[in-house]
């Protein structure tokens, strides 16, 4: 099973609704649990070299505390689906998806994540105002990373 295959999986746990998702080969095992607000994602890699170690993959999460929000715990995270790169916008000339102050909808495009050559789009599920920007533009990010915090409506 290659990251793509894995990403794959990981989109369709998260929007099918199911909690937990097992799959076993004969060289690893994934286990994908979903608890509707953090994702857990347990990986057990094959080693290289017969004597190694299984290396155990996690889920990175950045919150990092700002003075002009105090208080989060109301607002809705939009986080990433994937490992890539952060993109504001379609192209370099091209508008923002979303700017502080917007108003968006479920299934507004809110950026584009690059991950190996391909460009994702990703779209809100919540409808709200864009509160916080949490991800610089062409920034790397990492699986399960908060990217936008919104005030739902």
Request: charged letters at 20%; glycine letters at 4%.
């Amino acid at each position: 099973m290659d990251i793509k295959q894995i990403q794959d999986l990981i989109r369709f746990v998260s929007k099918s609704g199911v909690n937990e998702v097992s799959l076993e080969q004969k060289d690893f095992k994934i286990t994908i649990k979903t608890n509707q607000a953090p994702t857990i994602v347990n990986a057990t890699i094959p080693a290289i070299q017969p004597a190694a170690a299984p290396v155990a993959a996690a889920p990175v999460s950045v919150d990092a505390p700002t003075p002009a929000i105090a208080d989060t715990s109301h607002y809705v995270t939009i986080k990433s689906p994937m490992i890539g790169t952060f993109y504001h916008s379609p192209t370099p000339d091209k508008p923002v998806f979303v700017n502080v102050g917007d108003e968006i909808q479920a299934g507004t495009v809110v950026c584009i994540i690059e991950a190996m050559k391909l460009f994702n789009e990703i779209e809100s599920e919540v409808s709200g105002r864009i509160v916080k920007i949490l991800v610089q533009n062409a920034s790397p990010v990492e699986y399960d990373q908060p990217l936008f915090l919104v005030e739902p409506v």
